[in-house]
């Protein structure tokens, strides 16, 4: 006979390990960081592009794009639970036919976003059973905080953080989201202070980096096609005060969008970027 595990309106078949599946790639992420390996996650190839650690478990199954999961291959084995967000709601209707769904993510709750990444850390624990990994995780996540709030107490200038939309044009982070919870917890200042979106970004013009001329530029990679070989003509950009005076650094990809271990990542990496070694 077969057992469940029971939560609040929700009963998942008990396996030796249940078989929890993501469409979001925080939600992926997360389930990774506490130790369990996904039934499967939709679009590994652009996760490997974008968020690209913790790496995907090489027997967990693509389940199509996040947007349009493969609801063949999901009706023919089901996972025991698919943890949806708000993102791809509309698909969830379709989906409950087929197994259980838990609407978990962090940039829908109305809080900010440590809280509300703290919340989605636990919510996936209690699913997974691995709450005391998630406080681990939270314990670890504080550390690497701290430690950075030291590491960074002398970077005396402002910084952008910037991912570039195309040759002309940056989101860049500020208020809201995960780099809003770096700057917070750090010395750091961000030399961002107008609107962004629900996300924590807006979408501006490269020349607006020239607002706050002092200041540092970090660009998260990837770049998309072709814009890092055409920067090197851009003679907006190559006027820029920071790209004249060499205030510009370059960090692997970091899903902004995610989890407790991307926070860790883009902490570390901005350490690395900014303090001398």
Not at 2 to 21: D, K, M, Q, S, V
Not at 74 to 94: G, K, M, Y
Not at 140 to 165: C, E, G, H, M, W
Not at 169 to 198: C, I
Request: proline share 8%.
């Amino acid at each position: 006979m077969a057992a469940f595990l029971w939560l609040p309106g929700l009963a998942i078949a008990a396996h030796a390990t249940p078989r929890i599946a993501a469409t979001d790639w925080g939600a992926a992420e997360t389930l990774i960081a506490l130790g369990v390996t996904p039934y499967a996650v939709a679009d590994i190839p652009n996760y490997n592009a974008w968020v690209q650690s913790p790496a995907i478990p090489p027997e967990t199954l693509n389940m199509g794009l996040r947007d349009q999961p493969n609801l063949e291959l999901l009706a023919q084995a089901p996972p025991d639970l698919l943890i949806s967000s708000s993102l791809f709601a509309r698909d969830n209707a379709r989906l409950e036919r087929m197994m259980p769904v838990r609407l978990i993510d962090n940039f829908s709750s109305g809080q900010p976003y440590y809280d509300a990444t703290l919340a989605m850390t636990r919510d996936i624990a209690q699913l997974s059973g691995t709450s005391g990994r998630a406080e681990s995780l939270i314990a670890q996540t504080d550390r690497v905080l701290a430690s950075a709030a030291r590491a960074l107490k002398n970077v005396d200038a402002p910084v952008y953080i910037v991912q570039f939309s195309d040759a002309l044009h940056v989101r860049v982070f500020g208020r809201g989201g995960m780099v809003d919870t770096l700057l917070s917890r750090t010395p750091l200042t961000s030399a961002w202070t107008g609107p962004t979106s629900a996300w924590g970004f807006a979408s501006i013009p490269i020349d607006r980096l020239a607002d706050r001329p002092e200041a540092y530029i970090v660009i998260i990679k990837p770049f998309p096609r072709a814009v890092d070989s055409a920067l090197r003509d851009n003679r907006v950009w190559q006027h820029l005060p920071a790209v004249r005076e060499g205030r510009v650094r370059e960090i692997e990809p970091v899903w902004l969008f995610g989890g407790l271990l991307s926070l860790q990542r883009l902490t570390e990496s901005v350490v690395r970027a900014l303090v001398p070694h």
